[in-house]
């Protein structure tokens, strides 16, 4: 069964100043240059290989994926020549390179409107989770950012090479992701998505559906 790995950006400076980001964009700090890498660390730890690295089109998207493409690829050296390790596609003697990074646009993170670039408290309700509350400032409501990710990650899952994808993404996006198949979960939902949490879904192409089975936290795993 197709599997996708479904993961947050690492810590940005916006993150730790407590402001909006939406689709204006903050550079990853130290901390999430190192959160990146752990989590590429820990995929190879596993033995899994991404067919396909995807990222939201947003610069701490794309830069959390660039670093743990870097250790996927690190860690795939040091498994060359183990040809029994059938999910790192390791051959007797070069190994398949991993994957390219492609980008994604409907990965991207909900708009705040007015509201990016501001304090985190002037968003009406949750901030991940306003429902429709941002709408009035110009953002996206939690229901078409619900639908836009669905479409998205299916889309993507029934595409050619998507045996295993890991897709970068943002905590507003991941978490409406999340609650759209919390029904068919197999694992706890009641789970706050840290940076670079890794969140596992089986799809069901017949389906077209998703089964959260784990919620990983790469830096304790």
Same mark, same amino acid.
Request: net charge negative.
């Given at each position: 069964?197709?599997?996708?790995?479904? =993961?947050?950006?690492?810590?940005?400076?916006?993150?730790? /100043?407590?402001?909006?980001?939406?689709?204006?964009?903050?550079?990853?700090?130290?901390?999430?240059?190192?959160? /990146?890498?752990?989590?590429?660390?820990?995929?190879?730890?596993?033995? &899994? =290989?991404?067919?396909?690295? &995807?990222?939201?089109?947003?610069?701490?998207?794309?830069?959390?994926?660039?670093?743990?493409?870097?250790?996927?690829?690190?860690?795939?050296?040091?498994?060359?020549?183990? *040809?029994?390790?059938? *999910?790192?596609?390791?051959?007797?003697?070069?190994?398949?390179?991993?994957?390219?990074?492609?980008?994604?646009?409907?990965? &991207?993170?909900?708009?705040?409107?007015?509201?990016?670039?501001?304090?985190?408290? +002037?968003?009406?309700?949750?901030?991940?989770?306003?429902?429709?509350?941002?709408?009035?400032?110009?953002?996206?409501?939690?229901?078409?950012?619900?639908?836009?990710?669905?479409?998205?990650?299916?889309?993507?899952?029934?595409?050619?090479?998507?045996?295993?994808?890991?897709?970068?993404?943002?905590?507003?996006?991941? /978490?409406?992701?999340?609650?759209?198949?919390?029904?068919?979960?197999?694992?706890? +939902?009641?789970?706050?998505?840290?940076?670079?949490?890794?969140?596992?879904?089986?799809?069901?192409?017949?389906?077209?559906?998703?089964?959260?089975?784990?919620? &990983?936290?790469?830096?304790?795993?």
């Amino acid at each position: 069964m197709p599997t996708l790995y479904l =993961m947050r950006h690492g810590q940005t400076e916006f993150n730790v /100043a407590g402001l909006v980001q939406g689709h204006c964009d903050s550079p990853l700090t130290e901390l999430g240059c190192a959160q /990146a890498r752990a989590a590429g660390r820990w995929l190879a730890a596993q033995g &899994i =290989m991404p067919t396909r690295l &995807i990222s939201s089109p947003l610069g701490r998207a794309r830069a959390t994926l660039s670093l743990l493409r870097s250790e996927l690829l690190d860690g795939m050296v040091e498994s060359k020549g183990d *040809r029994h390790d059938q *999910r790192l596609h390791v051959g007797p003697s070069t190994p398949q390179p991993v994957s390219p990074l492609e980008i994604d646009d409907g990965l &991207i993170e909900r708009s705040y409107g007015s509201l990016e670039g501001g304090p985190r408290d +002037q968003v009406p309700s949750d901030l991940w989770d306003p429902g429709e509350g941002v709408v009035a400032f110009g953002g996206e409501g939690s229901a078409a950012l619900k639908e836009r990710m669905v479409n998205a990650l299916t889309r993507i899952m029934r595409a050619p090479s998507s045996e295993r994808v890991l897709a970068v993404s943002h905590g507003s996006a991941v /978490a409406q992701f999340k609650a759209a198949w919390a029904d068919r979960a197999r694992c706890p +939902q009641d789970v706050w998505i840290g940076n670079c949490f890794i969140l596992v879904f089986d799809f069901d192409q017949e389906a077209g559906a998703f089964t959260n089975t784990e919620i &990983i936290d790469p830096a304790v795993a």
